[in-house]
Nanobody, 125 residues
Framework: QVQLVESGGGSVQTGGSLRLSCETS????????LAWFRQVPGKEREGVAG????????SYGAFVKGRFRISQDIAANMVYLQMDNLKPEDTAIYYC??????????????????WGQGTQVTVSS
């Protein structure tokens, strides 16, 4: 019932910024975790950021180092990932994901059962 659609990917130079958007449809309960993951071909999907709706707590992958921020506009049914100071190693397909009726966010992609189609981010030097 819940569907996610990502947008906002593109090509930027090192040090640039992008804001990814994830439009949600269907009923997302207040105990959901909303998250962003990324994947490079041939490698496993890795957690980028998570937001637990019940208390607004956010979490990030260690590689983020303060460069990214996840946020939500509940009224607009949108989840965002603001990415600043992008690096070539950030190049990947970025996915938004949701896990309903959760107690907290989890960085493992295997526990999420709702996914968007992905949006490509390419960072050049």
């Amino acid at each position: 019932q819940v569907q996610l659609v990502e947008s906002g990917g593109g090509s930027v130079q090192t040090g640039g910024s992008l804001r990814l958007s994830c439009e949600t449809s269907g009923d997302v309960d207040r105990n959901s975790c909303l998250a962003w993951f990324r994947q490079v071909p041939g490698k496993e999907r890795e957690g980028v950021a998570g937001l637990y709706m019940a208390n607004g707590r956010t979490s990030y992958g260690a590689f983020v180092k303060g460069r990214f921020r996840i946020s939500q506009d509940i009224a607009a049914n949108m989840v965002y990932l603001q990415m600043d100071n992008l690096k070539p190693e950030d190049t990947a397909i970025y996915y938004c994901a949701a896990r309903l009726q959760s107690g907290s966010c989890d960085p493992r992609p295997s526990v999420y059962n709702i996914w968007g189609q992905g949006t490509q981010v390419t960072v050049s030097s």
